[in-house]
């Protein structure tokens, strides 16, 4: 665990915070989850949930591990500080959530 690690999570949550005035706690809890989330997709398929925005729960088994998945194709977008971006193993192709929106990590 780098300090750069601790300052992106702490980000993060101030950021939910901000955004939904929740309890700062849960906001931190979320943060947590997200960053546990990524660093296990940079090297293997991950299996979790995510609520989409019609509120129903979806599972997803995503990846970020460069040897999973395919070259990108077409222009870059600009990152969104609030969505992670990820590979979805079961439709072959990226997807992206909400970060406050993550359910459950399995």
């Known amino acids: 665990m780098k300090t750069q690690d601790l300052k992106q999570i702490m980000k993060l949550a101030w950021q939910f915070f901000k955004q939904t005035g929740i309890k700062f706690s849960e906001c931190l809890k979320k943060a947590w989850a997200n960053f546990k989330l990524k660093r296990a997709m940079q090297t293997e398929i991950v299996k ?15 990846t970020l591990a460069p040897n999973l998945i395919p070259e990108p194709k077409g222009t870059e977008r600009k990152p969104n500080p609030t969505t992670q971006v990820y590979f979805d193993t079961e439709k072959q192709g990226f997807r992206c959530f909400k970060k406050f929106n993550l359910v459950y990590l399995a």
């Open 48 to 62: 979790f949930y995510f609520q989409k925005v019609n509120g129903e729960i979806r599972e997803a088994w995503g």
